[in-house]
């Protein structure tokens, strides 16, 4: 399990002390100070409420599961109840719990997840799946608003790659397994599934299959639902088992309909999926003149051809946060480094205050294709007054891209708040809305001389369009946490209605997105989900208060009115 009241490895942190330029760059736009602010409480102090029991269904899944994968074990259940949102560590961090699961379920089969739905629905029991508990819009929070008992069913003990296929290239594994059990798997025998979001260390296939997630490979294979050929989900009236073919004209593709439900209509507990042969991998560090430039960049990228399997293009912003957690340079790298900004600056006219950094990345079977498509690349690039780094600054990118979610427990340890938004937008829509998004959230963070942060990356190109992954950061108010952190992803989610872009990309929608999902949707959406939830959860057992409005009546104690940043697109 990750830590409690921050992300990932519990003996892992962000190490300051090899990165000596990174608190000035925080502190120039926050005004934070490098010191500890306030203590976090211990998981170990936090007082667990005793569990709600229904002896009836304790005594249906212990007979079925057996007591070693039955727990009521305190800090177990501490552990399941949040996932890591800001919202999620703000609480964890001082100690309070919302609601607690009653129990921890731990099967080890589709037969097993079966047997607790069926006393699930017996004795009328709230069920919350869970994979890795990377989840970062209260996706995997018991609903505090439904009275009775409720279970987190943890896949974790599900994580076997049940077959491989190498001639239809296909892999069918268990939901529960982690990305680097996953890959492990499938690299022994010389193949990959190429999904690596920034969760991969701890989060498993099947929470992305529930929440649409995207990885960094995603410019080659696509999304998670682009790599789903057939799918298993129990459900309480039954479970469905779609067919393991390629393409089926047999009505709405029930496959993707389970994909993206979160956990809403049932548990998904196996998966067949594409993979490819592993191939070789490089990645390259660019430097962009400008943001709309990148923009335009990514998408003669996407349209000639030429796209590798990771384009990632930072604003300026984060870009000086990449460059603020270098270590420092000396000797003869200190006098290059030197030597090639006086060259960028003098020669080549290259804009350093609106430098953008890029990151591009080829997995392909030879070295003759990968040489191929990174000339094709890096000539578009070069038509954009893009200059090439070399393989270096991209490898050291590639060894610590899982390292950025450490650096967000450092900065709260401190009193800041920092929070992620993503979306995805057609390309004509993109750069106005990332210069609205940055121009409004600077209004909203800026303290005095700070402007507050935010960092956005395009990502995730398509031939219509592409992701922007926004990162956001500002000095926390004292006695007004949450209040400041719901007004500005409140203010966040109406600028991208207003901009007609996607409410999220990769992250789903949880209970954080849900007042937003009827303008989203409509009426007829929104009545189409219900009819879904209707037809195999009834009961509204599975998940309920995330994904489909109307489920949970309590939605005021976690967002107030929200504020609208300007009408909605006609």
């Known amino acids: 399990m990750m830590k409690f009241s921050g992300w990932g490895d519990p003996h892992k942190a962000y190490d300051l002390s090899t990165r000596?330029?990174?608190?000035?760059?925080?502190?120039?736009?926050?005004?934070?100070?490098?010191?500890?602010?306030?203590?976090?409480?211990?998981?170990?102090?936090?007082?667990?409420?005793?569990?709600?029991?229904?002896?009836?269904?304790?005594?249906?899944?212990?007979?079925?599961?057996?007591?070693?994968?039955?727990?009521?074990?305190?800090?177990?259940?501490?552990?399941?109840?949040?996932?890591?949102?800001?919202?999620?560590?703000?609480?964890?961090?001082?100690?309070?719990?919302?609601?607690?699961?009653?129990?921890?379920?731990?099967?080890?089969?589709?037969?097993?997840?079966?047997?607790?739905?069926?006393?699930?629905?017996?004795?009328?029991?709230?069920?919350?799946?869970?994979?890795?508990?990377?989840?970062?819009?209260?996706?995997?929070?018991?609903?505090?608003?439904?009275?009775?008992?409720?279970?987190?069913?943890?896949?974790?003990?599900?994580?076997?790659?049940?077959?491989?296929?190498?001639?239809?290239?296909?892999?069918?594994?268990?939901?529960?397994?982690?990305?680097?059990?996953?890959?492990?798997?499938?690299?022994?025998?010389?193949?990959?599934?190429?999904?690596?979001?920034?969760?991969?260390?701890?989060?498993?296939?099947?929470?992305?299959?529930?929440?649409?997630?995207?990885?960094?490979?995603?410019?080659a294979y696509g999304k998670i639902e682009d790599m789903v050929v057939s799918l298993t989900l129990c459900t309480p009236r039954g479970t469905l088992v779609t067919p393991n073919v390629p393409r089926s004209a047999t009505g709405p593709d029930?496959?993707?309909?389970?994909?993206?439900?979160?956990?809403?209509?049932?548990?998904?507990?196996?998966?067949?999926?594409?993979?490819?042969?592993?191939?070789?991998?490089?990645?390259?560090?660019?430097?962009?003149?400008?943001?709309?430039?990148?923009?335009?960049?990514?998408?003669?990228?996407?349209?000639?051809?030429?796209?590798?399997?990771?384009?990632?293009?930072?604003?300026?912003?984060?870009?000086?946060?990449?460059?603020?957690?270098?270590?420092?340079?000396?000797?003869?790298?200190?006098?290059?480094?030197?030597?090639?900004?006086?060259?960028?600056?003098?020669?080549?006219?290259?804009?350093?205050?609106?430098?953008?950094?890029?990151?591009?990345?080829?997995?392909?079977?030879?070295?003759?294709?990968?040489?191929?498509?990174r000339r094709a690349t890096l000539a578009i690039c070069r038509e954009f007054g893009a200059v090439d780094l070399g393989p270096g600054l991209g490898a050291k990118w590639f060894a610590g891209k899982y390292d950025y979610p450490y650096l967000r427990d450092t900065v709260m340890e401190r009193g800041g708040m920092v929070d992620v938004t993503e979306t995805a937008a057609t390309w004509d829509v993109l750069p106005a809305l990332y210069a609205d998004v940055k121009k409004i959230l600077h209004g909203h963070l800026r303290r005095g001389a700070f402007p507050g942060y935010v960092g956005c990356h395009l990502s995730h190109s398509y031939p219509d369009g592409a992701c922007l992954y926004f990162t956001f950061a500002a000095a926390r108010e004292d006695g007004n946490e949450l209040p400041q952190y719901l007004a500005t992803k409140r203010l966040i989610f109406e600028l991208l209605l207003k901009h007609g872009a996607a409410l999220t990309h990769h992250h789903a929608v949880g209970y954080e997105l849900l007042p937003w999902m009827p303008r989203l949707l409509g009426e007829t959406g929104v009545q189409l989900l219900r009819g879904l939830k209707q037809a195999v959860d009834p009961l509204n057992l599975c998940n309920p208060g995330k994904l489909i409005p109307g489920d949970t009546p309590a939605l005021d104690a976690y967002w107030p009115p929200p504020i609208v940043a300007g009408p909605p697109p006609s």
Not at 142 to 148: A, Y
Not at 287 to 299: D, W
Request: proline share 8%.
């Open 254 to 373: 029930l496959v993707q309909i389970a994909v993206g439900s979160e956990g809403t209509l049932g548990l998904i507990t196996e998966a067949v999926m594409r993979v490819h042969p592993l191939g070789r991998r490089e990645h390259r560090g660019l430097l962009v003149p400008g943001f709309a430039n990148g923009i335009a960049l990514a998408r003669a990228l996407a349209h000639r051809g030429a796209l590798p399997c990771t384009v990632r293009i930072s604003n300026p912003q984060e870009t000086a946060l990449s460059f603020a957690t270098k270590p420092r340079a000396s000797g003869p790298a200190a006098f290059f480094a030197a030597a090639f900004k006086a060259y960028l600056r003098r020669v080549k006219k290259f804009p350093l205050d609106d430098t953008c950094l890029m990151i591009a990345g080829f997995e392909t079977a030879s070295a003759a294709e990968l040489a191929a498509r």
């Open 20 to 219: 000596p330029f990174l608190w000035d760059f925080v502190h120039s736009q926050l005004g934070l100070e490098n010191r500890l602010v306030g203590p976090t409480v211990r998981p170990e102090d936090i007082a667990v409420p005793a569990p709600r029991l229904e002896p009836a269904f304790l005594a249906a899944v212990t007979a079925a599961l057996g007591p070693a994968q039955v727990s009521a074990d305190p800090q177990v259940r501490m552990l399941h109840t949040y996932g890591k949102s800001y919202r999620d560590l703000l609480r964890a961090r001082a100690g309070q719990l919302a609601r607690v699961p009653d129990l921890v379920l731990f099967p080890r089969s589709r037969g097993e997840v079966e047997l607790i739905l069926a006393a699930a629905t017996a004795h009328r029991v709230q069920v919350v799946p869970f994979g890795g508990g990377t989840n970062i819009v209260g996706g995997v929070e018991p609903d505090p608003t439904r009275p009775g008992m409720a279970v987190t069913v943890s896949l974790r003990r599900m994580n076997r790659l049940l077959a491989l296929d190498p001639v239809a290239r296909t892999a069918r594994f268990e939901a529960g397994a982690l990305g680097p059990e996953l890959e492990a798997a499938l690299n022994a025998q010389g193949f990959s599934l190429g999904h690596f979001p920034d969760s991969f260390e701890f989060s498993t296939l099947g929470g992305w299959l529930a929440t649409r997630s995207a990885g960094m490979q995603s410019d």
